[in-house]
């Protein structure tokens, strides 16, 4: 296990080194000059590079490069130009409201995925399964965005239920859970759709094995079958699919934020890219790609703890 | 304690077990034998109640006197490991890999009888030493990759034997196995039954495992009982060819016999969708006779005590000393 995470580990820290230069050398191989979007288009080429040299923007690619990483391992992302404060107090103030809406994405995934999955197993080839999968591939079919709009005009606007966008902050939690609901949901159906189809099939599969045959022949319930037995021996190709779903459920919530105008990483980053703001876009990226590789470390040891077998194979 | 009467497993119109009766009362062990395909894991199947799918089970199932031939899943599950267990062929893949042993086998005790962990933990280590696994407290914690097919193979009779069930199937429970692993399974499994009373109803086509563990056998083929007798005398005198088939296609050593080729029963189980209108064994027959493709051989009394579905049995002419041609 020692080995095993010191390898995981490793392997998180090179990918997050990779990101890093990717993202740079994207952000100073593309068009657009940050002084140009400060200082606007009637500035002087005498003042933008006066400018650019007090930014650092003069010295070479490589030690901008080096300066960069170095100054970011220290949690020092440099100061927005549109915002003029450091680009890490802007993401501080708002990654609760990201990490909240791609958290309880997640969860209701999970959870509308499994009861569906499962339900749908279980009634292979009846009219249950038939609906399931119906109903996810409807899920997959409809654009998050538009299910958004279709969910504010319904809840929101005619029924009044609950508030079409904006947050109120965690200081009062009853309005941030309402705030909440519609985008988890239009966040989760679609991710959900796809997750119940894996639950699916990977649950057939077990339900195939002699010890599931073993489970009924102790008397057991058909419940406490699929959920005790199959489910449990399903749940590696599930948690590997939820790992790299995470990815699309953080990058989802740009989308989402923007159409419940929630004050979040995905609006920062939307708004940052509009302004040419590279440095706050550069920390932006290389959160996400943080967040989506820490998902993706936390489902590798998943594995292990759920799986016995691997423990003995991953010494 | 378990009674069958008529009992057919039927796909559409053929039928994989045909009009079986049989009981077997507390403390008693009946083996079944026959090839591959003869019908005997559907039989016991029938017996559990568990069937696949897109099959139907015709006649009387009784247990205790109750008949539960057209009993729901659930009336079912509430007979399973309490009254009737069973064991399977594959102890490497019978039991749930992710699960403790410990937890394994006490699962059927917490949710069938309501006692306690610790009661629970209690029960599985007596069951433990009674199936002859030993380090038990250390077994409760291990996986069941970390152990071999044989303790593999208790732990699934421990798991069966939790809820003291009156009757214990084991399909094959040996053909796994290392042979000198297969012996102390069946002693063992004798032992339990003459021990707990228990009726076994003990699955092979290991002729050899069957003599020794069972008193009474039924030979089934192609979902027919072909013969049917006290073990010993039947196995002693065969008096149906396919039962002889059998028997001499076992691999013997003998003093002074030079090297000789294997005797085997020509061709296979006929599929259940191509079976011959008279006798199923028509055709792999060696002494086959011409009313043998038309008619259904109806049983008759053999010299060994027992019963075989033959017409060489109802041929006043030929050989009816029952002794098996060599």
Not at chain 1, 103 to 126: D, E, F, N, P, Q
């Amino acid at each position: 296990m020692g080995y095993f995470l010191f390898r995981r580990t490793s392997g998180f820290i090179l990918t997050l080194l990779s990101v890093s230069l990717v993202v740079f050398l994207v952000m100073n191989i593309l068009p657009g000059d940050p002084t140009l979007s400060i200082l606007g288009i009637e500035s002087t080429e005498d003042a933008r590079a006066v400018l650019r040299a007090r930014l650092g923007l003069d010295a070479p690619l490589a030690e901008r490069y080096v300066t960069w990483v170095f100054h970011a391992l220290q949690g020092d992302f440099g100061d927005s130009y549109t915002h003029g404060v450091p680009v890490i107090s802007l993401i501080v103030e708002r990654l609760p409201m990201t990490l909240s809406l791609a958290l309880s994405g997640m969860a209701l995934t999970v959870l509308l995925a499994l009861v569906l999955g499962i339900t749908a197993a279980s009634y292979h080839k009846r009219p249950g399964d038939w609906g399931v999968m119906l109903l996810s591939q409807l899920g997959i079919a409809v654009p998050a965005f538009w299910l958004s709009m279709l969910l504010v005009l319904l809840f929101a606007v005619k029924l009044r239920w609950l508030p079409p966008g904006g947050f109120p902050g965690w200081d009062d939690p009853r309005a941030a859970v309402r705030a909440l609901i519609l985008p988890t949901v239009a966040l989760a159906v679609v991710q959900s759709a796809v997750l119940a189809r894996v639950t699916r099939s990977s649950a057939l599969e077990v339900m195939r094995l002699d010890f599931v045959r073993t489970a009924r022949a102790s008397g057991f319930s058909r419940r406490r079958i699929l959920w005790g037995h199959v489910l449990p021996n399903a749940l590696i190709p599930i948690i590997t699919i939820v790992g790299l779903q995470f990815a699309g459920l953080v990058t989802g919530t740009i989308v989402i934020e923007n159409v419940f105008y929630l004050p979040g990483l995905g609006r920062l980053l939307f708004q940052s890219i509009s302004n040419r703001d590279f440095l706050t876009v550069q920390a932006l990226v290389m959160m996400f790609a943080a967040i989506v590789v820490t998902a993706n470390f936390l489902v590798d040891i998943a594995y292990v703890l759920i799986d016995p077998r691997l423990k003995a194979r991953s010494r | 304690m378990i009674e069958v009467q008529n009992l057919s497993v039927r796909v559409g119109d053929t039928r994989a077990v045909r009009r079986v009766n049989l009981s077997i009362g507390a403390g008693e062990r009946l083996g079944v034998v026959g090839e591959s395909g003869s019908g005997k894991t559907m039989l016991a199947l029938a017996l559990m109640g568990m069937v696949p799918d897109g099959l139907t089970v015709d006649g009387v199932i009784r247990i205790d006197g109750n008949d539960l031939s057209r009993a729901s899943e659930t009336t079912w599950a509430a007979y399973r490991a309490q009254k009737i267990a069973m064991i399977f062929q594959e102890p490497m893949s019978a039991l749930n890999p992710l699960r403790r042993i410990g937890d394994i086998v006490a699962e059927p005790l917490l949710v069938h009888q309501g006692i306690s962990r610790n009661d629970a933990r209690q029960k599985v280590l007596a069951l433990f030493d009674e199936t002859g696994i030993p380090d038990a407290n250390r077994r409760l914690q291990q996986y069941p990759h970390q152990l071999s097919g044989g303790q593999r193979q208790r732990v699934l009779i421990a798991l069966a034997l939790a809820c003291d069930p009156s009757l214990l199937i084991a399909d094959e429970p040996t053909t796994a196995l290392d042979a000198n692993i297969a012996l102390r399974i069946t002693d063992l499994l004798v032992r339990l039954s003459r021990e707990r009373q228990m009726a076994l109803l003990f699955i092979s086509h290991d002729l050899s495992a069957v003599s020794r563990t069972t008193e009474d056998l039924l030979v089934m083929y192609g979902g027919d009982i072909v013969e049917r007798g006290k073990t010993r005398h039947l196995l002693a005198s065969p008096s149906h060819p396919y039962t002889s088939g059998l028997l001499s296609a076992r691999p013997r050593i003998e003093q002074n016999a030079g090297p000789r080729r294997l005797p085997t029963i020509p061709g296979t189980v006929p599929s259940l969708f191509d079976l011959p209108p008279g006798c199923r064994f028509a055709g792999r027959c060696d002494r086959e006779l011409p009313i043998c493709r038309a008619t259904i051989p109806q049983p008759a009394a053999t010299v060994s005590g027992g019963f075989a579905s033959c017409h060489l049995l109802n041929q006043p002419s030929q050989d009816q000393t029952g002794q098996a041609p060599r």
